[in-house]
């Protein structure tokens, strides 16, 4: 669905990443892209955000724009899963290592009156729209988890992950859809993903394979949440099994990690069917495992 988007005269400081420089005179670039993880609501067809600038935290404590970015420009986040991205910009900055990155969004904030043709929006199966709202403390920005280093006289391919299963909340008290960004940082030549094939799927289900960094996953993640919350908020990432029973895991640092294994039933209740731990992730390589529900 093509829209017009409008800049709004207020939109939030997100995607915050902490950082730290070398000023050292040299120069190198970042190839940054967005990514998203799968939302596990098949009601929501579309969640799109509009990005109007991008910034990096420098020494001092200062905030630098990058001038190349070619703004505002639209995603919908729903396009960019298993794998998938899109080129932000390569943006030319000095060496160094960061972990600071602040995207300003075009959002229409919580108790700063209705917008009519947000930035941010959420489209459903029958085709109606609703805003994304952030609320308005929300101005000081979000952080993430993660680094990288530009190389002088080099570049770095980083990937911001966008996971609006965590991202994408409603509210129960206002029937309202709220923006809580969670991010994660990527440096693409030091991440691997896991991928593999679901047998052995109950009747009436839809699988969700969460990822969760080994030893890490507790019981109670899968209990209900409490208000504007996710199940299972520690997961790394996420993926809902395909109609060929298919699920892809991607933007994974290496490391090991542990598979939960769930059960969306009658699209309702959720069950853990299993956990799967000690799953091996290596650099640039895909981990192949394939599930038999019936074996865990």
Excluded at 45 to 72: A, M, R
Excluded at 80 to 108: H, K, N, V
Excluded at 126 to 132: A, C, E, F, M, T
Excluded at 134 to 143: E, P, R
């Amino acid at each position: 669905m093509k829209r017009i988007i409008t800049i709004i005269a207020v939109v939030l400081p997100f995607f915050i990443f902490t950082a730290c420089q070398k000023d050292n005179g040299t120069r190198g670039t970042i190839n940054l892209s967005i990514t998203d993880s799968p939302i596990d609501n098949d009601g929501i067809t579309g969640v799109f955000i509009t990005v109007t600038e991008i910034e990096y935290h420098t020494s001092g404590n200062n905030w630098k724009k990058f001038e190349d970015y070619d703004s505002p420009r639209s995603f919908n986040l729903l396009d960019l899963q298993r794998g998938e991205s899109e080129l932000l910009g390569s943006f030319d900055m000095e060496s160094g290592t960061y972990t600071q990155i602040r995207f300003i969004l075009d959002a229409p904030v919580i108790g700063i009156g209705q917008n009519s043709d947000p930035g941010c929006y959420l489209e459903f199966k029958d085709g109606s729209i609703k805003n994304l709202y952030v609320s308005s403390g929300a101005q000081t920005g979000y952080k993430t988890v993660g680094s990288f280093t530009v190389p002088i006289n080099g570049s770095v391919d980083v990937t911001a992950d966008f996971d609006v299963r965590k991202s994408v909340v409603a509210s129960g008290v206002t029937g309202m859809y709220i923006l809580k960004p969670t991010i994660r940082l990527v440096v693409e030549n030091q991440a691997g993903q896991i991928a593999g094939t679901v047998s052995g799927i109950p009747a009436n289900s839809q699988i969700v394979v969460y990822t969760y960094e080994n030893g890490t996953y507790e019981n109670a993640e899968a209990n209900d949440p409490a208000e504007e919350q996710t199940r299972f908020p520690h997961a790394v990432s996420s993926d809902m099994v395909d109609e060929s029973g298919d699920y892809y895991l991607a933007y994974l640092a290496a490391g090991v990690y542990d598979l939960v294994i769930t059960a969306i039933t009658d699209g309702a209740s959720i069950e853990v069917l299993g956990v799967i731990e000690n799953v091996p992730v290596e650099s640039k390589e895909t981990t192949r495992l394939d599930i038999n529900i019936s074996d865990l």
